[in-house]
């Protein structure tokens, strides 16, 4: 809720850029505290056809993604800032409706089970590797999904067309992550762990 919420009011009514990048941490908070819990739930009961499931969580995402262009072009040119601020209802409805639903799993019993405490430190030793790749492959789609816009913008595409060449962008990506889902799934490569 906090990462939709902020999201779509920060961009909407942030008065300055500081405040908007508030706002924009507010949502980074909101997707660590969702992302790992609904992959592990997503997961969770998949002996089977696990890489097919994650990627199929991961498309539903990415559909967001590519409509969000579309959208938020759409409602500041039909209603301005309020047209985008309408966008945290929606993020609203969705994190009501994941948090009745997670209260229908039934949680562990971590009073015979407590996993031991991790350091930060140890934690950094362990995944520092994997922890770098994430950080390559992020600046690599950031710096694409920051250089279209201005490519596009430089040659004289309007806003609507920003829009929709960021829509094509982002649903490559969505291709991309269900073909690799499909040769996860028929492949016996071994599961990453850290």
């Not at 994430?134 to 004289?156: D, F």
Request: proline share 6%; charged share 10%.
């Amino acid at each position: 809720m906090v990462g939709s919420m902020g999201n779509a009011l920060g961009l909407a009514w942030a008065p300055t850029y500081a405040i908007f990048a508030a706002a924009l941490m507010l949502g980074g908070l909101g997707n660590a505290a969702f992302h790992p819990h609904m992959a592990a739930l997503v997961s969770r009961n998949q002996e089977t056809h696990r890489g097919r499931s994650l990627s199929g969580w991961m498309v539903s995402g990415m559909v967001g993604h590519s409509l969000a262009p579309l959208v938020v072009v759409a409602l500041w040119h039909g209603w301005g800032s309020w047209g985008v601020a309408s966008l945290a209802l929606p993020g609203l409805l969705a994190a009501g409706a994941l948090y009745f639903s997670a209260r229908t799993i039934p949680r562990p019993d971590l009073s015979r089970h407590r996993p031991p405490r991790i350091s930060w430190r140890e934690v950094w030793k362990r995944g520092r590797g994997f922890g770098v790749l994430i950080v390559l492959r992020n600046l690599g789609s950031a710096s694409l999904l920051t250089l279209v816009p201005l490519v596009w913008h430089q040659r004289g595409g309007s806003p609507t067309q920003t829009g929709a060449v960021l829509a094509v962008v982002y649903a490559t990506g969505m291709v991309g992550n269900l073909l690799a889902a499909c040769v996860r799934s028929r492949s016996a490569m071994p599961s990453l762990r850290m």
